[in-house]
């Protein structure tokens, strides 16, 4: 029975480390989509600020 149970918490233990291995992924994926986001509003309000002044 001992070897039974350690076999199913060692799968669970590989199950969650893959599971928090795709969230590290998905948090940096996020993180990155973000940053362009606000890279493309930041130049979004420049351009537009110069054309409305004619530049």
Request: aromatic content about 8%; hydrophobic content about 35%.
């Amino acid at each position: 029975m001992y070897d039974r149970v350690l076999a199913e918490w060692g799968k669970e233990q590989d199950r969650c480390s893959r599971e928090i291995a795709w969230h590290q992924v998905a948090e940096r994926s996020y993180k990155d989509e973000g940053a362009t986001l606000l890279t493309l509003a930041t130049n979004a309000q420049r351009l537009l600020e110069k054309r409305q002044l004619g530049v």
